[in-house]
């Protein structure tokens, strides 16, 4: 087991995101979900949508990575996926129970690894070489960075409860 107590409450964050998002987003109708967090920025739908699709991608990296010898990790636009008709319009419903299965399932994976698996790597085409330890820092901060903008965002407006 992953003795680091950083790397387990990078772990931790991962684990409560679906909570933490869910708690932002709270009482905010399609008026205000369809508001992007910064101008030119994405709406609070399409970052909500985002996280959904980003988790699922750093989840199959992750195992990737677990099963396979230096796994080339697939990139993709998220520009062009936060763009998309499901991405854009659909009710946050499915994307909100897509982000409590994988991130269940994801913890449970992350709390079983060993020391020596958090040193495992994948290659990215844009970044280069990144550990697994690397990659749970990154989706600890990314799920949080966009958890604040929503929440900034929220303040900002006078949306708070």
Do not use: C
Not at 62 to 75: Q, S
């Amino acid at each position: 087991m992953i003795t680091s107590p950083e790397i387990r409450a990078l772990i931790d964050e991962i684990r409560f995101l679906p909570e933490a998002i869910s708690q932002a987003i709270r009482n905010l109708d399609d008026v205000k979900l369809d508001k992007p967090y910064r101008k030119g920025g994405w709406t609070v739908r399409q970052v909500v949508h985002h996280l959904a699709d980003s988790h699922i991608n750093a989840y199959i990296r992750m195992k990737l990575i677990l099963t396979e010898d230096k796994p080339t990790l697939k990139p993709y636009d998220q520009d062009l996926w936060a763009a998309l008709p499901d991405s854009k319009y659909l009710s946050l419903e499915s994307s909100l129970l897509i982000l409590r299965g994988v991130h269940f399932r994801w913890t449970v994976l992350l709390d079983s690894l060993t020391d020596d698996a958090i040193i495992r790597t994948g290659l990215h085409p844009e970044i280069g070489e990144v550990t697994l330890g690397n990659m749970i820092e990154t989706y600890s901060r990314h799920g949080m960075n966009h958890i604040m903008q929503i929440t900034d965002l929220r303040e900002r407006m006078g949306w708070n409860d």
